[in-house]
């Protein structure tokens, strides 16, 4: 396929119902390094290891099937340029904010994100 963007797996982002259980095991048993987390360190909601992010589980997901699955991210050499391939090809997206990454879902409604 020739385009004028490639892409790369990032991460898997996965809910959990303890983050701080959660951070301990990626970190202490298997030996991954925290790269990111918000807010912040000390009250984290969301947790990016290499591959991985960690996210608190809400009241809101108790109730929806697959809670656990949030979304898998993938990267792009150009979003732009992506993004306009993929509509071309009938690709519908999420709702976009400009300056974040862009939302879509697979057939099944598994959400997939473009990331630069």
Known sequence: MNRAWTLSHDH???RVRDIRRSI??????LGLEVRKAMPDAENPTMVWFPGVQL???TEQDA???????A???FRVTDTEAAVRD????GLKF???????PYF?????????????
Do not use: C, M, N, S
């Not at 301990?24 to 048993?29: G, I, L, N, S």
């Not at 993929?86 to 090809?89: E, K, Y």
């Not at 999420?94 to 974040?100: Q, S």
């Open 12 to 14: 898997v982002a996965v």
């Open 63 to 69: 109730g929806e099937p697959g809670w656990r699955f």
């Open 94 to 100: 999420l709702p976009h904010d400009p300056g974040k």
């Open 55 to 57: 996210v608190q589980k």
């Open 24 to 29: 301990a095991f990626y970190r202490d048993v």
């Open 104 to 116: 879509f879902e697979d057939p099944d409604g598994t959400v997939i994100e473009l990331l630069v």
């Open 71 to 73: 979304h898998v991210a």
């Open 86 to 89: 993929l509509q071309t090809r």
